[in-house]
Every structure is written in C-alpha cells, then in structure tokens.
C-alpha cells in the first residue's frame, strides 16, 4: 500500500514521517522515530502501557493510527519535563516500580490526572490508572507516589 | 499483532463526501477506533477503506434544545464525563460513560462508536434505552432517525445499511422528576466489561423503566418489569415481585467472565439495587450520582 508522509510534534519537536496505512502509531513511535518508552503489552488497549499524551489527552497508542497523528501533538515519557518531575521522583523514591514495563504508562496516566486535578482522592487516582497494568508491585506504591506527589506540589 | 488488511486511509472535511467514500462496499467508518483496530488486527474487520469521520465539521459536540440533547458522533466517553450539561440532565449517561473501560480509551472512545460496535456489553445502551434515545443517521439519499429500541438486531448488528453513517445521538430531556441509576457488574472494579448491567430511571408518579445489557444477544428493555411497577409505589414486595420477572427478560449465556446462572441471580440483585436507589434519588435521598448506592 501506497505510504503516506505525516508530521506530528513529538515531545517539542516537529517530526515527518512515513507511514503504512495500516502502522499504528505505537509502531511509528517506537519504530520510526526511536521513541521507545511506550511498550507494546497486549496491544489491544487493555494494558496501558502504551499510553501517550495526544493533543493533551492520554491515548492507547495501539489503538490509533499513525496516519490520525497527522498534525497532531504526542508527548511521551521522555517528553514529559528535562528534569524528572515531581512524579517521577516520588515514583524512584518509592520503589514504585519493579520490572519497570508498566512505568511510561502509568506516568503519563498520572501526569494527565495531576494536571487536570491538583489533590486527586484516592478513588480518583485509582480510577486514572486503572487502565495501566501493573504485574509486579500490587498498585500500592505506585498510589502512594501520585497522592505524595499532589501533596508536595509542582 | 500488527494490522495485517490494507487499505486506503480517508480524512473527508465534509459529509458528502464522506458519504460518497462509503458507497464503497469495502469501506468501513472511523471514530474513535478502540474497537475497530483491535477487530482489524484479530482480522474480523479487514476494510478496503477506512474513513475517518473526525475531519468532519458538526460532527463533534453538543447541541442543547428546550427537548432534546443532541451528541454530535464524534463526541468521546470523556466529552460526555466533562459535559456539566450530561452530567445534569442525563446524569444516567454520565453514570454509565463512567464506567466504559479506562480514561485512556474514554479519551478517544466515542458513544456513536459504542452503539455501532454493538457488542451485548455495551455500557451506554441501557441508559440510551430508558432515556427512549434516537440515533440519527445520514444516508446517500435522505437522514432518518432510528429509536434506539430498534437499533440493535443482533449480537455486533444494528439496523444501519451499507453506505450510512451515523451522524449524532438525540435524547429527549423527560420533563417529570427522575432519579436513575446504572449498576454495572464487573469482576473487579475499574476496566472490565459488563458481566451485567442494569438500568433504572424512576419517574415522578411512579412510573419506572428499566433495561438490562450484557444478559441477552441485545440490550433491552424490560417491558413486562415496568408494567409490574407502573403506578405503584416502591416497596419489598414489589422488588420481589419484579425480581421474579427477570428470567423472562433476559437470556444470559455462559462465557468466559461468567455463568449463565450467576448473571441471572445477579441481575435480580442488581435490578433490587437499581430501583432502590433510582427511588432514593428521585425523592432526594441520595446523590443524583455516583458509586455507593443506597
């Protein structure tokens, strides 16, 4: 099939690109342009785990075409801040994470939640992250850090 | 699994011209896409072309009447969960769009979407169903507008023909004091599909209707439930009256998330649930909405 150039702005930077039809965008991601912190799991938008920021809201990014991000803004993981954030941090200091296979998603989950909420309830956090498979930690330390990081402020 | 179909991918700016794309009999209309790719990539779904409907001008958004609150089809779970507007007036879909899988897939997720999909879980149809919605849809011809108690005809079927494409969701607004309720049954909370879901919208003058997902090839109405309550007030021996209806409203069958048998004893569960607190909220004793029921 015929490819189609697109360009989008990753993390900041303008990028062309060109796409099969049928790439999604979690391969043109991970593929195309090295952006490798969205992992594909179970690439049937169940995991979470290849959440990206698009146009300010999470997507699973399996689940969307890359020829859809035709002028559109992804932000990813490495996109989030220069330094790590406030999250992420919490997130380090807790040993929220273990295999770490989980963690871009979650993060970016958590960041759209901290952004749209500064004192999210418990529920409230539990909710934002529930698409977000975690095998390893049993969710606890990773609730933990986004209540201590909306507690600590920006 | 990557998406192994080819097809040309369209970006139409305007309906015409949408509609003329899906005159193709191998065409196949794009919203949100959460089910659509997973279906392309399990190879159930392998369009010739795919039309993305989000270019289109006035497919997006909300149009509020004195009657009726009309969704554009593109309008997203989340949309509808951000809608102060939903929330107010139809707080039975704000209740429901809540719980369709995670924010991530709200986020792109459309209700248009969820009703052409069809799937007999679907969370959106039960309110849809006692809120007497209808679904507008456009054809190469002539714009006609479906009840939604008509739409679905089969499990994934709905009576859309080839080469229509839904344009919008209307709800009429009930003029009467209403309180409702949605109980979903999932296996865990958070993202899961409904095992059951049950819809209760009680009227001012007791009037009550009440439709059932995830326990028959379609969602329904329960239509000899609600004549059972019509004109009658609340009360134990009513829910146990109405709980004996159930098994001849539903036909559940036996799958992977659950048994026939649990999903018939839990829809009368549910269903005492619902109208306990649809009857709660009407009369002002409880939280229009929200998650601890009465």
New interface residues.
């Given amino acids: 099939m015929k490819k189609i150039a697109i360009e989008f702005k990753l993390n900041g930077t303008q990028r062309q690109v060109e796409v099969e039809p049928s790439d999604t965008l979690l391969e043109a991601l991970r593929e195309r342009v090295g952006a490798k912190s969205p992992k594909c799991g179970c690439d049937r938008g169940d995991c979470g785990t290849c959440t990206v920021s698009f146009n300010g809201k999470t997507v699973r990014s399996c689940l969307v075409l890359a020829v859809e991000a035709d002028g559109a803004e992804i932000v990813t993981l490495e996109g989030i801040s220069k330094e790590p954030s406030k999250l992420q941090k919490e997130f380090a200091q807790r040993n929220a994470f273990q295999c770490g296979f989980c963690a871009p998603g979650i993060v970016m989950s958590a960041t759209e939640l901290l952004g749209k909420k500064k004192k999210p309830t418990r529920e409230e956090i539990q909710e934002a992250i529930a698409g977000n498979l975690c095998r390893c930690t049993g969710y606890t330390p990773i609730v933990e850090a986004i209540e201590a990081a909306a507690n600590g402020g920006k | 699994?990557?998406?192994?179909?080819?097809?040309?991918?369209h970006?139409p700016k305007t309906l015409p011209e949408a509609l003329k794309l899906l005159t193709d009999k191998g065409s196949c209309v794009?919203a949100g896409?959460?089910d659509l790719?997973?279906w392309?990539?399990e190879g159930l779904r392998a369009p010739k072309t795919?039309v993305?409907i989000?270019g289109i001008a006035g497919m997006g958004g909300f149009t509020l009447s004195a009657s009726a609150l009309r969704i554009g089809a593109c309008v997203t779970f989340?949309e509808l969960i951000e809608s102060d507007v939903v929330r107010k007036k139809l707080p039975m879909l704000w209740e429901c769009s809540?719980t369709v899988?995670?924010?991530?897939?709200r986020?792109?997720a459309t209700l248009a979407g969820n009703i052409c999909s069809a799937v007999p879980s679907l969370d959106s149809a039960p309110a849809l169903l006692v809120y007497d919605a209808v679904v507008e849809v456009r054809g190469p011809k002539a714009t006609r507008k479906v009840p939604v108690a008509e739409w679905f005809t089969g499990v994934k079927r709905t009576a859309l023909k080839p080469g229509e494409l839904v344009t919008a969701v209307i709800i009429p607004l009930t003029k009467k004091k209403a309180g409702s309720c949605y109980v979903k049954l999932g296996r865990y909370?958070?993202?899961d599909l409904a095992q059951v879901g049950v819809a209760v919208l009680a009227l001012a003058d007791n009037e009550y209707r009440v439709a059932f997902c995830a326990v028959g090839p379609v969602p329904t109405r329960a239509k000899k439930i609600e004549a059972l309550l019509s004109g009658k007030e609340l009360d134990d021996a009513l829910i146990a009256q109405a709980k004996e209806l159930v098994p001849q409203e539903i036909s559940p069958i036996t799958d992977i998330r659950s048994s026939k048998e649990y999903r018939l004893h839990m829809a009368r569960v549910m269903l005492a649930r619902g109208l306990k607190a649809a009857c709660a909220r009407l009369a002002g004793d409880a939280p229009a909405t929200g998650d601890n029921l009465v």
């Fill in positions: 699994m990557p998406i192994t179909c080819e097809f040309e991918y970006k794009l896409g959460t790719l997973v392309m990539k795919v993305d989000k989340s809540r899988a995670s924010v991530g897939v986020n792109r909370r958070g993202e």
